[in-house]
C-alpha cells in the first residue's frame, strides 16, 4: 500500500507522532554536530534534569522537503484483447514475465473464417464496381426515340385535359341557378310588404316564399354539381401533367451520360463495400495480437484450442528506464508540491542507494480516512539498471525549495507561547554566551515547557519561513547573532547508569547522553546541523 507523508510542521494542530519525530530529529541532530552534556551516572525515579545550551542565529542555507513513502508501479499498464467471437486461439506465442518488443506477435486466433469473409466483401466490392460502370453509360437510339414518342403522347394528353376543364368550366358559369335564387328572393321581398300593406293574401306570401326555399336548394345543388366537375377536372389535368412529367424525365435520362442521382446512388454502393471490405480486413488484423509497446507480459488468460477470454493478455512497462511512483501527501503539505519538483528515492533493498525523479502530477481530488485527508502525487523515477520493480516501497523525499544565506535557528529552539511561535532570547546583562545550564527539578513539579520564560531570557515571537529537517528559516523577530535557547529534559531509571546512557524524557524518545561538551559561546553547532 501507498505510505503517507512524514514531513513535520509545528505545534498549533500538530500530532503527537510528528513531535515526538521532530524532536528526535532535533536530538539526533545535536549528537552528530557537537554532542550532548554529561549527565549525572546516578539518577534517582523522582528526580529529572533540563540541560539547556545557548545557540547564535546564524546565515545558512535552509532547504524544506516533504517526505512520504511511496510504491513503485509500472508507468504504462495495457491489457490487450481479441475480438469477440467464436473463432478459437490458434497460438499462443508468449509466457508470463516475458520482455517483449513493440509490434512482437504475442498471439494469433484461427484465421480461417475471418479470410472467408475477407473474399465475400472483396467480391462484393467488384460486384459494386460494375454497377457504377452500367450506370456511367447511355441508352442505344431506338430506345431514345421510344421516349420521346412517349413524351409527346403524354402532352397531347395534357392538352386535351385542360381544354376539357375550360369547356366544363363555361357551361356550368351558364348556369340559371344563381340568377333564379336572386330573382325569387326579390320575390319574397316585394310579397311581404303587399301582405304587410294588405293587398294580398297569407297563401299568396307563403306561396312566394316556397319559390325563394325551392330556387336555394336548387342553387345548392348547382353549387355541389359545379365543385365535383371541378375537382375532375382538375384530377384529369393533374394526372396529364404527371404522365408527361414522367415520360419527359424518362427521354431527359436516355439522353444524358447519367443521371445525377442514380449516378450518386452507384458510388455510395461502391464506398459502401470498400468500407466492408476494410472493416473485415481490420478484423483479420485484430485477431493477431501484436505488443502494443516495449514490456513485459504480465498475465496470460487462455490456452490454445479455447475461446479468447476477456482481456487475453495483460502487459506493462515495468522493465522500462522509467517508473512511476505513487505517493499520498497530507493535506497540510499538498499545497508545497508542484509538479516538475525534483525528487530522491531511496530503498533498504539497494543500501539506500539513491534514485532520481521529479513530480508527475498532483491529483486534484483527496480522499479522507479516519479523518486524515490525503491527495495522490504520481512521481516519476529513473530505472537505467532494471533494480526497481512495481510494488517496492520507497522512501520519497520531494525537493520543495531552498533560501540561502537565510537566518535560520535549530528547530528545538522553537517553542508556542499564548498561541504564538517564538524563541527564548538571552538577555543581554547575562554571563558569558553559552553558559551550560542545568536544573534538576521533582518530577512532581511543572517542569519548563515551551512557552514558559527562563531566567535570563525572554520569549521572542518569530514568523518563520522554509522548515528543514533540523533547521527553520526566520524571517522576522530576530537579527544574526541574537543568542536562544535549546533545551531538553533527560530521565533516569533508579538504577545505576553508567556515564553516557540517559534517555529524553517522554515525546522525543530514547536518547543516550554522549560525552564531550558543547562548546561556550553558542554560535550554533559544531559542523552544523544541516537542513535537509
Known sequence: ????????????????????????????????????????????????????????????????????????????????????????????????????????????????????????????????????AEKMQTKDENEILVLQSNVTKAKASLESAKKNFDNQKALIQQDKASSNLK??????????????????????????????????????????????????SNNNVAQAQAAYDSAL??????????????????????????????????????????????????QVNGQVGEVASSPFLIMDNSNAEQLGVMAQISQSDIGKIKEGMEATFTIGTYNDKKFQGKVETVYPEGSTESGVTTYKVLLTVGNKEGLLKPGM??????????????????????????????????????????????????????????????SGYQFKEVTTGLIGSDRVEITSGLEEGDQILLTMQVSSSSSNRQMGQGTMSPGMGGMPVMGGGMPSGGGGFQGGARAR
Do not use: W
Open 1 to 132: 500500500m501507498i505510505g503517507s507523508t512524514t514531513k513535520k510542521s509545528f505545534f498549533s494542530g500538530m500530532e503527537k507522532k510528528k513531535r515526538q519525530i521532530i524532536m528526535g530529529t532535533v536530538a539526533l541532530a545535536l549528537l552528530c554536530g557537537t554532542g550532548i552534556f554529561v549527565y549525572s551516572k546516578f539518577v534517582t525515579p523522582s528526580r529529572a534534569a533540563t540541560i539547556m545550551q545557548t545557540v547564535n542565529v546564524q546565515r545558512g542555507d535552509v532547504s524544506e522537503i516533504v517526505a512520504a513513502s511511496g510504491t513503485v508501479q509500472a508507468a504504462q499498464q495495457m491489457t490487450l484483447t481479441f475480438p469477440s467471437g467464436d473463432d478459437v486461439i490458434s497460438a499462443i506465442h508468449v509466457k508470463i514475465g516475458d520482455s517483449v518488443k513493440a509490434g512482437q506477435v504475442l498471439a494469433t486466433m484461427d484465421q480461417s473464417t475471418a479470410l472467408m469473409q475477407v473474399k465475400i466483401a472483396e467480391a462484393n466490392l467488384l460486384s459494386a464496381k460494375a454497377g457504377l
Open 183 to 232: 330573382e325569387a328572393q326579390k320575390n319574397v321581398e316585394t310579397q311581404t310588404r303587399l301582405y304587410e300593406a294588405g293587398a294580398i293574401s297569407k297563401s299568396e306570401l307563403d306561396q312566394a316564399q316556397n319559390s325563394l326555399n325551392q330556387a336555394e336548394a336548387e342553387y345548392k345543388t348547382a353549387s355541389m354539381q359545379y365543385s365535383q366537375t371541378i375537382d375532375q
Open 249 to 298: 424525365a424518362q427521354f431527359n435520362q436516355a439522353k444524358a451520360p447519367a443521371q445525377e442521382s442514380s449516378l450518386q446512388a452507384a458510388k455510395a454502393s461502391v464506398a459502401q463495400a470498400e468500407v466492408q471490405l476494410q472493416q473485415q480486413q481490420q478484423y483479420l488484423e485484430k485477431i493477431t495480437l501484436k505488443a502494443p509497446m516495449d514490456g513485459v507480459i504480465l
Open 393 to 454: 516501497t520507497l522512501q520519497t523525499t520531494i525537493h520543495v525549495g531552498t533560501q540561502k544565506n537565510v537566518l535560520y535557528v535549530p528547530i528545538a529552539g522553537l517553542r508556542e507561547q499564548g498561541g504564538k511561535t517564538g524563541v527564548l532570547v538571552k538577555g543581554k546583562d547575562d554571563a558569558a554566551t553559552g553558559k551550560e545550564m542545568k536544573a534538576t527539578t521533582d518530577s512532581k513539579d511543572k517542569s519548563r515547557d515551551r512557552g514558559q520564560n527562563v
